[in-house]
Nanobody, 126 residues
């Protein structure tokens, strides 16, 4: 059974940090690119970052560039999203998703990704 388990969300003050984790199982992790998306209330889901299957290539949307860092640990089949200098505008449900092979669309788009996690809530207070 394919599973992507997102965790690490919570409530933090503006300027604070959180680290999200996406633990993957049920598929060959090394064959998949992993992306992070977020969806704020009343807004469309936004692809904010992704990492290639070998961990060597990363992408960041303008909205998070310089503040968020994506990384992967192939030994643990887990992708992380370190989020620093959080802003109230970062408040959203954060999802991780997996794509077999190489992404062709940047920023990441929902329809290109094969498997999804359940989401973790991030709330940034001002």
């Amino acid at each position: 059974e394919v599973q992507l388990q997102a965790s690490g969300g919570g409530l933090v003050q503006a300027g604070g940090s959180l680290r999200l984790s996406c633990a993957c199982s049920g598929f060959t992790f090394a064959d998949y690119a992993i992306a992070w998306f977020r969806q704020a209330p009343g807004k469309e889901r936004e692809g904010i970052s992704c990492i290639s299957s070998n961990g060597e290539s990363t992408f960041y949307a303008d909205s998070v560039e310089g503040r968020f860092t994506i990384s992967s640990d192939n030994a643990k089949n887990t992708v992380y999203l370190q989020m620093n200098s959080l802003e109230p505008e970062d408040t959203a449900v954060y999802y991780c998703a997996a794509l077999r092979g190489i992404p062709t669309i940047y920023p990441p788009k929902n329809y290109e990704y094969d498997y999804w996690g359940q989401g973790t809530q991030v709330t940034v207070s001002s």
